[in-house]
């Protein structure tokens, strides 16, 4: 073969390594904009098989034209979209409970030399993934507490924004799951000073006060910042968004009941309307699961529970994690609590459902009994400090 055939064929060759990269850079681009949506929908295994399958894109064509790449200067490229796909699946398995997961990954990305450091300190996530590692540590029995207080007390000083609230929100329930509730009393009011979020000191003060027990009284600010909560919920109303945040309205207009004189029924109703309020968005979202809020697909098996046929899991895992404390908002109240309320809330609406005049009476009783239902799981008779807050 002579020179010019030699010639046309390496320019054969080098186009043809081209196309490749550009057709993957493509795949790359469309897999990521399909993770976004799977992810906005709550579709969290489909958008981990997204992310996994960009990633073997990416090092597929990292490893076959690795100086096309130098050529067309899209070597960093490839490695960003590397690091965005596994921060994101790493952020994904963390929101599963796959803790086993998210730590390998993040092994994988920041201890292993596959990312360099300037790139940690530049990436807007990072605090927010080395968070959620040291929590997935901790999670595992392997980590450092005091090590988890200064990463999320350090957040402010870092000067970041992105997932700022978040962080500190997440920060702060875990902290408070763990019985650390100084460190959630100053995350609870740094989210005070930066965002005007007085609920979650709130919850901590609260949560503190059921585990503790006793005759300890609760610090002024709690009835302050309490007050002023319930005075914005009855300006700005409910929506789907602060649903969580119902469960520590109820508890706290039950437990500002009991310490104040006053004893009238409105209190009581108030609770109530709280409670309703947060069940009604299990009716609304009922086909997610009340663990992760995983959305239910046609090839993925849903368990429901039987006890109450509201309460949705996508696996027996995640059913035996909610049955016992799965946090809500920060409160430890598990579904074991939660179920014999959910069914009289069901009978209930099922009823309501019915046109016949002559159920009228049946609506009646079974809204009074599922009434009685939110006061005993509101009273002390339940043992909620026994059932959610035990000492480990």
Known sequence: MGKKGKRSRRKTVIAADQASVVTAQTKIEELIEK??????????????????????????????????LFKMNLQAWFVESKTLFLSNLMVVEFDRDNFD???QIYKNLFERGNIDMNMKILSPIFPTLQLQYHEALLRQGKGNIDTFISLSKSLISRGRKENLELDLLRSANFLRTVKHFDAAVVLG????????????????????????????????????????VLQKYENDGFNADNAGCM?????????LHQLSSDHSEEVFRKAIVFIEEYLASF???????NTCNQTA??????????????????????????????????MRIGHEVLCPVMKAYRRWRHACCND?????????????????????????????????????
């Open 101 to 103: 997961g998210a730590i």
């Open 35 to 68: 993770f976004q949506k799977s992810h906005d929908l709550n579709l969290y295994s489909q958008a981990a098989d997204e992310l996994r399958e960009g990633v073997q894109v990416v090092e597929a064509t990292m490893l076959e034209s690795s100086d096309t």
């Open 247 to 255: 469960l520590v309205l109820a508890q706290s207009t039950y437990l």
């Open 283 to 289: 009716w609304i979202f009922k086909s997610h699961c």
């Open 189 to 228: 009011k740094q989210l005070e000073e930066l965002i005007g979020d007085r609920l979650s000191l709130d919850t901590t003060y609260l949560e503190q006060h059921i585990h503790i027990g006793g005759n300890k009284s609760l610090p002024d600010d709690y009835f302050l910042n309490m007050e002023y």
């Open 297 to 330: 697909t046609e090839s993925e098996v849903q368990f429901v529970c039987s006890g109450c046929r509201v309460a949705c899991y996508c696996s027996i895992d995640h059913q035996r994690m909610s049955w016992k404390k799965e946090a809500v908002r920060g």
């Open 356 to 392: 016949k005049d002559d159920e009228d009476d049946k609506v009646s009783r079974l809204r009074r009994r599922f009434e009685r239902g939110c006061l005993y799981l509101l009273s002390d008779d339940l043992g909620l400090k026994d059932k959610c807050f035990k000492k480990k």
